[in-house]
């Protein structure tokens, strides 16, 4: 079972930028189609962009030409660089892992806050 703990969340204002991390560890991370979610009170979870193991990618209306996936099998971490971020993206941002490209898999991780404030 492969185990998923996101890191790098936080406060910023708009306009601001954050990277976000996922570290994979139980299994190689090169298995894996990679995603990063996002949720808010009372919404569902959307996708943000995803990441396939051939390092196809796929992004959100919204994340198109603002935020970057990218992933590093060698250090078994997934990354989403968010740019110029809106207060209306403030959300619990998750880690995702499955093995079937173009849907979310059953491994989630914690969450990590993201917070977009002046």
């Known amino acids: 079972q492969v185990q998923l703990v996101e890191s790098g969340g936080g406060l910023v204002q708009p306009g601001q930028s954050l990277r976000l991390s996922c570290i994979v560890s139980?299994?190689?991370?090169?298995?894996?189609?990679m995603g990063w979610y996002r949720q808010t009170p009372g919404e569902q979870r959307e996708l943000v962009a995803d990441?396939?193991?051939?390092?196809?990618?796929r992004y959100a209306d919204f994340g198109k030409g603002r935020f970057i996936i990218s992933r590093d099998n060698a250090k078994n971490t997934v990354y989403l660089q968010m740019n110029s971020l809106l207060p209306e993206e403030t959300a619990v941002y998750y880690c995702?892992?499955?093995?079937?490209?173009?849907?979310?898999?059953?491994?989630w991780g914690q969450g990590t806050q993201v917070t977009v404030s002046s």
């Open positions: 990441i396939t193991s051939t390092f196809s990618i």
């Open positions: 995702n892992a499955g093995l079937v490209a173009g849907r979310a898999g059953a491994s």
């Open positions: 139980g299994s190689p991370l090169r298995a894996y189609h």
